[in-house]
């Protein structure tokens, strides 16, 4: 038997991810062999819509191929995704 309380209507807002939360998951995922990368990649364009900003901010001590070949593989990839990728000076 299935309960299904009476108050089935309401509506509970369902908080979305920030382009912060998305960004702190591609580095986990990044330290994790790319585990994901995609469906983090997408939240995290979804999020930048939502904010309105044009491009994410990454910082590059935070990578894991702190170097420009993996700086530059890192932004054509997101660029294949729609996402426009810079560095922070650090």
Known sequence: ????????????????PTVADATKNIYQSLQADNADI???IAVLKAAMLREGLKEAVFDPARLVQNNRSGRKLMQAYFRQRGVTVKFSAS
């Open 38 to 40: 995609d469906a983090h």
């Open 1 to 16: 038997m299935c309960y299904v309380p009476a108050d089935n209507n309401r509506s509970t807002p369902v908080s979305e």
